[in-house]
């Protein structure tokens, strides 16, 4: 409930260019707390532990490609 007010609560602040970034934070504490408790990973074997760590690590390396790719392409508009 705690993670819902304060998803609401962000929603209607404005924090201009980091607005992105805040919404993202939040998600990704709910997210853990959900695998770790709901999904009971915290308390899982150590193999189910790597899995789910290897997991994540390979997610950031793929997102970082991602960005980097679309960092490297050119930004122009193109006319109607």
């Not at 929603?11 to 853990?32: E, G, R, S």
């Not at 193999?47 to 392409?73: H, K, N, P």
Request: net charge positive; hydrophobic share 55%.
């Amino acid at each position: 409930m705690l993670g819902t007010g304060i998803t609401v609560w962000a929603a209607f602040q404005n924090f201009h260019q980091f607005n992105i970034v805040i919404a993202l934070v939040i998600a990704t504490i709910k997210a853990t707390l959900v695998v770790l408790y709901f999904m009971h990973a915290r308390y899982s074997s150590k193999r189910t532990q790597l899995v789910i760590v290897c997991s994540v690590f390979w997610l950031a390396i793929m997102l970082a490609l991602t960005l980097t790719d679309y960092d490297t392409r050119s930004h122009e508009t193109q006319p109607a």
